[in-house]
């Protein structure tokens, strides 16, 4: 074999530099192709991780309500200032198997706890798959109850300038206990526990009252159905507290968070019959208040 025959066999056995970069363009693009599908697909799994998470929740409030002949109070109403109270997530713990929890806690007849050192534990039915990881040593909650729409005056009016009112006509708020005889809109047709990820609280603190109770009163376990599900910032107002608001940016008092999930358009809800529902961030607003309430009396619209 001469010395050409044989450089050309050479040459014949590896890539040529066009060869090699036309090999990368096809690697490049078909991860490009197949990364948006993992990343639907791993969404869709997150998703329905939380729905699962959700469905525990409600059976975990029904349970209660089948043992106590009432829902959970949305929370307690301590005689502290500045001290939060217990929230509904504490009084559920042993219809969720960690009753080793509640009695750590230990409820106290004034709505206080004897120990609060479980705040430090995740609580993994509380916790939304699709949301970032919990690295507070204080363990929060995407999940809050739905205090209603204030429909009729059915609210508690306060201050105006952090908290807000609260609401009282739907299933979880400060000091409730509802009964499946006061749900006259339909268990299946009235909303009590939504997702949240825009300032949530520790799992279990409830309601707390600064200065004047009669005037200002926070609330951590439940919120307000005011404004639209996965309602922006930039439209309907930043949280009083919230450092990264823009300078003279509008507010959203505390009470009136949005209800809002990592689950791009969409926000997931448990209904006083324990079903789950996904919700459109475009449902109607008036619609979604009629879902708030537990006795507001209206049809029910699509």
């Known amino acids: 074999m001469s010395e050409r025959q044989a450089n050309e066999r050479r040459g014949s056995e590896g890539f040529t530099l ?15 192709l197949l990364l948006p599908a993992v990343s639907a697909s791993r969404g869709a799994a997150q998703r329905t991780q939380c729905m699962n998470n959700l469905r525990q929740v409600g059976l975990g409030m029904l349970s209660y309500h089948a043992a106590n002949s009432n829902y959970p109070t949305g929370s307690t109403l301590v005689p502290r200032n500045g001290q939060a109270g217990l929230s509904w997530h504490v009084f559920i713990l042993p219809q969720i ?3 080793s929890l509640y009695d750590l806690i230990d409820p106290q007849p004034n709505g206080m706890a004897a120990n609060l050192s479980a705040r430090k534990v995740e609580i993994p039915l509380y916790v939304c798959p699709s949301a970032p990881s919990l690295s507070n040593e204080n363990k929060r909650s995407h999940y809050a109850g739905v205090a209603g729409a204030g429909r009729n005056g059915q609210l508690v009016d306060l201050e105006d300038a952090e908290c807000g009112d609260y609401y009282t006509d739907g299933m979880l ?7 499946e005889a006061h749900i006259k809109d339909g268990r299946s047709n009235t909303m009590m526990i939504g997702e949240r990820y825009y ?5 279990t603190d409830g309601a707390l009252w600064r200065g004047n109770p009669n005037k200002h009163v926070c609330m951590n376990s439940t919120k307000n159905v005011r404004w639209p599900i996965n309602g922006s910032r930039q439209t309907f107002g930043w949280h009083p507290q919230d450092p990264e608001a823009p300078r003279d940016a509008k507010r959203m008092l505390d009470n009136d968070t949005v209800f809002a999930s990592y689950h791009p358009g969409v926000a997931n809800f448990i209904y006083a019959d324990g079903h789950v529902e996904t919700l459109n961030e475009d449902l109607d607003l008036e619609c979604y208040k009629h879902l708030a309430t537990i006795n507001g009396g209206e049809v029910i619209c699509e």
Request: charged letters at 15%.
């Open 18 to 32: 066009v060869e090699l970069l036309v090999v990368i363009a096809i690697i490049s693009l078909l991860v490009g």
């Open 97 to 99: 198997e960690q009753g």
């Open 173 to 179: 708020y400060p000091r409730s206990q509802v009964t």
């Open 199 to 203: 300032f949530t609280e520790v799992w």
